[in-house]
Nanobody
Framework: QVQLVESGGGLVQPGGSLRLSCAAS????????MGWYRQAPGNKRELVAR???????EYAESAKGRFTLSRDGAQNTLILQMNSLKSEDTAVYYC??????????WGQGTQVTVSS
């Protein structure tokens, strides 16, 4: 098991930026896959971006070119830098960590609201 604590959400105007952080209770390099998902009201939870232990990453089409995923090993933190935010990015963002073939862990979520 791993505990995940997200931070960095908030209210931002369209075109603005936010930086989300996910602090893990164990080394993030021991986790097979870490990522960010989001869920808007009435919608299913969807992948935003994820990174594998070896460093390869993938992004949703909606995130490509605007969002960047990175890892801070010293702080055991997964970071999602979001730029050029749009109203359709409004959602609750969840951090996920998956390892050991069956350990699927979620954070409590952080609200991101993009509005003028």
């Amino acid at each position: 098991q791993v505990q995940l604590v997200e931070s960095g959400g908030g209210l931002v105007q369209p075109g603005g930026s936010l930086r989300l952080s996910c602090a893990a209770s164990r080394s993030i390099f021991s986790i097979d896959t870490m990522g960010w998902y989001r869920q808007a009201p009435g919608n299913k939870r969807e992948l935003v971006a994820r990174i594998r232990r070896g460093g390869s990453s993938e992004y949703a089409e909606s995130a490509k070119g605007r969002f960047t995923l990175s890892r801070d090993g010293a702080q055991n933190t997964l970071i999602l830098q979001m730029n050029s935010l749009k109203s359709e990015d409004t959602a609750v963002y969840y951090c996920n960590a998956f390892f050991g073939g069956y350990n699927d862990n979620w954070g409590q979520g952080t609200q991101v609201t993009v509005s003028s």
